[in-house]
């Protein structure tokens, strides 16, 4: 029975540090206060603040991903 329990607790244990993990990288992409304003948006519904969390971090990467070629573009229409 210590065995199972071993298993189980080193499962929620990397489960957790995972999930740490993630919000301290979409802390990293949103901004702190910004992340202050989603959770206080969800708490009616808790269980989507992962989900939420996740797409305004995708959000964050494809607009840096469109300015990037947006600036890519201007750059070579200038040569041209």
Do not use: K
């Not at 607790?9 to 957790?16: C, H, N």
């Not at 949103?30 to 992340?35: A, K, N, R, S």
């Not at 808790?46 to 600036?71: E, N, Q």
């Amino acid at each position: 029975m210590n065995r199972l329990r071993t298993w189980i607790l080193a499962i929620a244990v990397r489960a957790q540090t995972m999930t740490v993990l993630g919000y301290m990288g979409v802390i990293s992409f949103i901004g702190v206060e910004t992340l202050i304003v989603v959770l206080g948006f969800t708490t009616v519904f808790p269980i989507a603040i992962p989900f939420v969390l996740i797409a305004v971090a995708a959000a964050w990467y494809c607009r840096d991903r469109l300015r990037a070629l947006w600036t890519a573009i201007r750059t070579r229409r200038e040569r041209a």
